[in-house]
C-alpha cells in the first residue's frame, strides 16, 4: 500500500510504495517514490525480491527528511534514504552469504516504531517476520513466525521472540500491530 510524507520538503506529500515483479525475482524499483506536485519519480531502489509491506518514517540521518522504512519477501527489510534514495542499511545486505531460510527468516510486514531500546537516542523498530512462501497453505509444518525489536539507526537485531503458539505470523498480525 502507498504511504504519503513529504520527502522534497516542499509542503506536499509525495508517495512511497513497494513493489517487485514476479516472487524470488530481483527489481530495480522495488521502492519507488514519486513528487507529489507532478508524480515524477524521486528516486528507485533496487531488491532481490517484493517489497509488499507498507512503508514507515523517521529521520535517523538527521537531514531533516523523513527517512523510510519498508520491507518484503525473502527476508527484505531497509532503510532507505528519503532525500535520495540511498540505502542507509538492509537486513540481509546485497551479496550477504547468510541464507535467510537457513536462519528461519522469510516476510517482513509493516514495522511500526517503539521507544529507543539500544540508547543511541531514535526510536527503534518492531517488526514481525514469518510466512514462507514456499510451504504449502495446509502444510501443518510451517515455519514459527518472529517478533523482532531491530535499531533503526544501523539495523541491527536487538531482540526476537517466536509466536507463543509456535505457529506462522502474517500480515494480519502485522496490521493488527500498526493499529496498536
Known amino acids: 500500500s502507498p504511504r504519503v510524507v513529504d520527502l522534497t520538503g516542499d509542503g506536499v506529500k509525495d508517495i512511497v510504495l513497494g513493489s517487485g515483479r514476479q516472487e524470488f525475482t530481483e527489481c530495480d ?20 525480491d517484493q517489497i509488499f509491506g507498507s512503508a514507515n518514517f523517521l529521520d535517523i540521518n538527521n537531514d531533516n527528511t523523513p527517512d523510510v522504512f519498508i520491507g518484503g519477501r525473502s527476508a527484505e527489510f531497509m532503510a532507505i534514504n528519503g532525500k535520495t534514495g540511498a540505502i542507509i542499511w538492509e537486513f540481509f545486505p546485497e551479496g550477504d552469504t547468510a541464507d535467510f531460510r537457513a536462519q528461519k527468516m522469510y516476510n517482513f510486514y509493516n514495522p511500526q516504531f517503539i521507544p529507543d531500546q539500544d540508547n543511541d537516542g531514535i526510536q527503534d ?3 514481525s ?9 495446509y502444510d501443518d509444518n ?3 513466525g518472529w517478533l523482532m525489536i531491530i535499531s533503526s539507526k544501523v539495523g541491527k537485531l536487538l531482540a526476537k521472540a517466536p509466536m ?17
Request: proline share 6%; glycine share 12%; hydrophobic share 45%.
Open 164 to 180: 507463543p503458539d509456535g505457529k506462522e505470523m502474517g500480515a494480519v498480525f502485522s496490521e493488527l500491530l500498526y493499529l496498536i
Open 142 to 144: 510451517r515455519p514459527t
Open 29 to 48: 524499483s522495488a521502492v519507488i517514490a514519486l513528487d507529489g506536485v507532478n508524480g515524477k519519480l524521486l528516486w528507485n531502489v533496487h531488491a532481490r
Open 125 to 127: 523498530i518492531l517488526v
Open 129 to 137: 517476520n514469518g510466512g514462507d512462501v514456499t510451504a504449502e497453505p
